[in-house]
Nanobody, 115 residues
Framework: QVQLVESGGGLVQPGGSLRLSCAAS????????MGWYRQAPGKERELVAD???????MYAASVKGRFTISRDGAKNTLWLQMNSLKPEDTAVYYC?????????WGQGTQVTVSS
């Protein structure tokens, strides 16, 4: 199993930036893909971006060009740099790890984009 702890959320004005971090512990050597998902009130959880163990990123169309996902395998850390934030980016952001034994989730961190 793996444990995931997110940090870095908060309140930011439209056009601003935030950087989310996710620290993984446990059986991290068995993680295949790590990613960020988000869930806004009244909406389903959606994929924001993910990255393979080989470093290949993938982004949702709504964030491409604004968000950057990165991963440090040695430090078992995942980041999401979010620039040019919009009110519609407001959501709880979850770190996720996909392993042979299933998908694991962090507890989530709130991101609010508002003036």
């Amino acid at each position: 199993q793996v444990q995931l702890v997110e940090s870095g959320g908060g309140l930011v004005q439209p056009g601003g930036s935030l950087r989310l971090s996710c620290a993984a512990s446990g059986s991290t050597f068995t993680i295949n893909v790590m990613g960020w998902y988000r869930q806004a009130p009244g909406k389903e959880r959606e994929l924001v971006a993910d990255i393979t163990s080989g470093g290949a990123p993938m982004y949702a169309a709504s964030v491409k060009g604004r968000f950057t996902i990165s991963r440090d395998g040695a430090k078992n850390t995942l980041w999401l740099q979010m620039n040019s934030l919009k009110p519609e980016d407001t959501a709880v952001y979850y770190c996720s790890a996909l392993m042979n034994t299933g998908r694991y989730w962090g507890q989530g961190t709130q991101v609010t984009v508002s003036s």
